[in-house]
């Protein structure tokens, strides 16, 4: 069982930037599919970011141009830089990953973006 930890969460005023890392207790280089969701208390989560294993990565258009997904499979972390943060950034941000038919989340972390 792979363990995903989110982190790089904050504060930040309008327009600023941050970097979110997700760290897999394991190694990621077989999952297939790994993204970020983000959720807002009383709306549904909606998939920010994700990168598909030999296909690259989509984008959710909100996000477009300023926020970039990676993954190094190397230190088994899945980065989110997010520049141009804007208040409706504002929510809890989760990891996933899939390997096959088996889905993997993290608890999430908060990021607030205060006008």
């Known amino acids: 069982q792979v363990q995903l930890v989110e982190s790089g969460g904050g504060l930040v005023q309008d327009g600023g930037s941050l970097r979110l890392s997700c760290a897999a207790s394991?190694?990621?280089?077989?999952?297939?599919?790994m993204d970020w969701y983000r959720q807002i208390p009383g709306k549904q989560r909606e998939q920010v970011a994700g990168i598909i294993s030999g296909a690259g990565t989509n984008y959710a258009d909100s996000v477009k141009g300023r926020f970039t997904i990676s993954r190094d499979n190397a230190n088994n972390t899945l980065y989110l830089q997010m520049n141009s943060l804007k208040p409706e950034d504002t929510a809890v941000y989760y990891c996933?990953?899939?390997?096959?038919?088996?889905?993997?989340w993290g608890k999430g972390t908060l990021v607030t973006v205060s006008s």
């Open positions: 996933h990953a899939r390997r096959n038919v088996f889905n993997y």
């Open positions: 394991g190694s990621i280089s077989g999952f297939n599919v």
